[in-house]
T-cell receptor
């Protein structure tokens, strides 16, 4: 079945350093979504990318959707302690009817 | 506050008991999803409704699990004869259309003793 993978599983950075997490799907996605989950919280939607090669920015966050629509990345510039949490990518498969598959997430720790 | 509510927020039960969770989606959303999330993992898709129709079920959903959305508004997820392996966070999410944002509720955390 369809699988969505993310690397790294964990990332510890010093405050001010950059952070990148990568997402790869075993099948082509119709779109890719990114969520952030704080410890004890629920996933909160960050952004959705739909077009091949699309790049979107939200302040210090840059999201990219691969040309083949099978991979994506999230890059955070100059991390802050408020960025702490787990970042999940998720995608709607182009073949499976409206089923959203989540990656295992990348847990980000920011050392002040 | 995303507008999706779930009840209860926490449930502790003994193995073998039945439990039922409720999800109230954002009112204009016709798509409703149930997920299960265990510690350190991403949400796992369980089932999906479009209005009152249950259109897809994961193989993870054993015969002990059943979900309904009788009037196309709120949904319930029932687990019969709970097992310790059912302990997890059960998340509900809703959205208007396939290409639209999915909003999650706060989840119901289940502990089976």
């Amino acid at each position: 079945g369809q699988q969505v993978m993310q690397i790294p599983q964990y990332q510890h950075v010093q405050e001010g350093e950059d952070f990148t997490t990568y997402c790869n799907s075993s099948t082509t996605l119709s779109n890719i979504q990114w969520y952030k989950q704080r410890p004890g919280g629920h996933p909160v939607f960050l952004i959705q990318l739909v077009k091949s090669g699309e790049v979107k920015k939200q302040k210090r966050l840059t999201f990219q959707f691969g040309e083949a629509k099978k991979n994506s990345s999230l890059h955070i510039t100059a991390t802050q302690t408020t960025d702490v949490g787990t970042y999940f990518c998720a995608g709607d498969s182009e073949t499976s009817y409206d089923k959203v598959i989540f990656g295992p997430g990348t847990s980000l720790s920011v050392i002040p | 506050d995303t507008g999706v509510s779930q009840d209860p927020r926490h449930k502790i039960t003994k193995r073998g008991q039945n439990v039922t969770f409720r999800c109230d989606p954002i009112s204009e959303h016709n798509r409703l999803y149930w997920y299960r999330q265990t510690l350190g993992q991403g949400p796992e898709f369980l089932t999906y409704f479009q209005n009152e129709a249950q259109l897809e079920k994961s193989r993870l959903l054993s015969d002990r699990f059943s979900a309904e959305r009788p009037k196309g508004s709120f949904s319930t997820l029932e687990i019969q004869r709970t097992e310790q392996g059912d302990s997890a966070m059960y998340l509900c999410a809703s959205r208007w259309d396939r290409q639209e944002t999915q909003y999650f509720g706060p989840g119901t955390r289940l502990l089976v003793l």
